[in-house]
């Protein structure tokens, strides 16, 4: 459930037949600022021949979104490469763009792959990355004489508590990493305190 995310970008420069490829590696939660950062690449390298993407945005496992283009190189050859190797490296929300100055000798469409491929492993061996919990909101309904044994326990499972709403019962909104919740979930069931899970964080 948990996955690699990187903690800031990197910027690395890898050469393959005078060619320069030139790779931002950078945490990602949202599209639309993955595009602004592209936006901000291509002003910066603007005579470049090409700035190729790839987009993992949640669990690398089972991502929220993921994309790869290859601006202008042939299908195939550039954005899924570095799409792959992010994917089996197992990082998540993360963005990779890889500007390419074309240094006069054609690649194909296998040393392209390679080339673009260790771009991004390149940047990958130069990114501080850290494991990325989820977290998980659950609500807990106990009787007033169960709410601190409720607080207690979840923080031992390293969750928070929030406001609670206090009717004939006591509705305890929760918060925690998702790889805690099974044990606390069954330690409130054991103890006869209901609890569910609400959508995840």
């Known amino acids: 459930m948990s996955y690699q995310i990187p903690c800031s970008p990197v910027v690395t420069e890898t050469e393959e037949k005078k060619s320069r490829f030139i790779c931002w590696l950078g945490p990602v939660t949202d599209k639309a600022a993955f595009l602004r950062v592209l936006e901000k690449v291509r002003s910066e390298y603007p005579d470049a021949s090409h700035h190729c993407t790839a987009l993992v945005i949640g669990n ?18 550039a954005g899924r490469p570095m799409l792959e190797l992010l994917l089996k490296q197992g990082v998540g929300n993360v963005g990779a763009i890889v500007t ?7 690649l194909g469409v296998g040393g392209l792959m390679r080339a673009y491929r260790g771009a991004v492993g390149a940047a990958l061996q130069q990114a501080e990355l850290k494991t990325f919990i989820p977290l998980i909101n659950a609500e807990v309904c106990c009787d007033f004489s169960e709410e601190s044994r409720v607080r207690f326990l979840t923080s031992q499972h390293l969750g928070s508590c929030n406001d609670a709403a206090y009717s004939d019962k006591v509705q305890l909104p929760i918060q925690l990493p998702a790889d805690q919740w099974p044990a606390l979930k069954a330690q409130l069931q054991a103890e006869g305190i209901a609890c569910k899970t609400l959508e995840p964080h």
Request: glycine content about 20%; charged content about 30%.
């Open 60 to 77: 690398p496992s089972n991502p929220d979104t993921m994309q790869a283009d290859d601006d202008g190189e042939p299908g195939g050859s």
């Open 100 to 106: 390419r100055y074309f240094g006069g000798t054609k």
